[in-house]
């Protein structure tokens, strides 16, 4: 009883009225703070980490019981396990940790903060380009012909082109639906698209662990969810069951989308706005920027 009272006294203390005076530095320290735990919470809630966090919560709960019974054997296993934990939620959470790293190199903070002077005109692909893959898309749709077309953006595919058979072609409605006809050898798997070429066919694409995903859905939606999951490419799936139009991009996946909403998505995924930067210290939003 007397170890609970000083246990309870200790953790009281924290709570006592600073003498210090609070600085501009305590602020921001308190800000960051916020912010790195709302960003953790937040990309707990949007993955699979928040049913492993509440397994671990369990255990700190048991860990935390056998300190207060003074549970020395199972004291002992702990700090010799502590180091093994660790390692080994490293490696459970990999999949998760790589994606939060990958989405913070993609929000590019210095360029937004710090912009210069530059006219540069970003176009991925020509408007013919998605022309021929909405028109490709909606004859395979009537057709119940199976497709899944990646579209590369600023992260490479050249580790899932590896996987499939080069085709170096220029992007055409006829060729991709060529490509995916049934019974011929190269439409099993993914087309990876480039620019105005498809670069490579029979591609294999990561599936994605994601339980959210409807039952419905087989391996060819889970590859292309899977893919955007680990790059920040687009990917068209078009069902062989309902001949459905689905549009996958960083992990979410739009569903049953009809010809113009899906010309919307590739025109959004093509950046062929011109850009023009003005040097200011924060970037705002132009009538003509994306």
């Known amino acids: 009883m007397g170890n609970l009272k000083v ?17 501009v530095t305590d602020i921001l320290e308190i800000l960051i703070l916020a912010f790195l735990v709302y960003s953790f919470l937040l990309w707990v809630k949007n993955t699979r980490a928040w049913t ?31 180091d093994i934990a660790i390692t080994a939620a490293i490696v459970i959470f990999q999949p998760e940790l790589r994606r939060a790293l990958e989405r913070i190199g993609e ?5 937004s903060l710090l912009p210069i002077d530059s006219n540069r005109v970003t176009e991925r692909f020509s408007d013919k380009t998605v022309n021929e893959i909405v028109k490709a898309c909606t004859e395979m749709g009537k057709a119940k012909t ?16 590896r996987t499939g058979i080069v085709i170096d072609s220029v992007v055409t409605s ?4 060529n490509i995916f006809e049934h019974n011929t050898p190269l439409h099993d798997g993914a087309v990876v698209v480039r620019g105005n070429r498809i670069t490579a066919a029979t591609c294999y694409l990561p599936l994605s662990d994601n339980m959210m995903l409807s039952k419905e859905l087989g391996t060819r939606h889970r590859a292309g969810v899977g893919i955007s999951e680990v790059t ?24 049953k989308v009809s010809q113009e909403e899906l010309r919307a998505q ?19 939003w132009n009538k003509n920027e994306i």
């Not at 003074?70 to 700090?79: A, G, S």
């Not at 590739?266 to 705002?284: D, E, P, Y």
């Open 52 to 82: 492993l966090l509440k397994g671990i919560m369990v255990l700190v709960i048991c860990v935390s019981i056998t300190y207060l019974l003074h549970m020395d054997t199972l004291i002992f296993i702990v700090n010799r396990g502590i």
């Open 174 to 177: 006829q060729i991709l639906i």
């Open 266 to 284: 590739l025109v959004m995924a093509q950046n062929k706005t011109s850009q023009q930067k003005k040097f200011r210290f924060w970037k705002g």
């Open 146 to 161: 199976g497709a899944l077309i990646v579209i590369e953006q600023n992260v490479k595919l050249d580790e899932y082109e």
């Open 107 to 111: 929000k590019q903070i210095v360029s």
């Open 232 to 255: 920040d490419s687009l990917t068209v799936i078009v069902s062989e069951e309902t001949g459905a139009i689905s549009v996958a991009y960083k992990g979410e996946l739009l569903r």
């Open 7 to 23: 246990l309870l006294r200790n953790y009281l203390s924290w709570f006592t009225t600073p003498t210090a005076a609070i600085t």
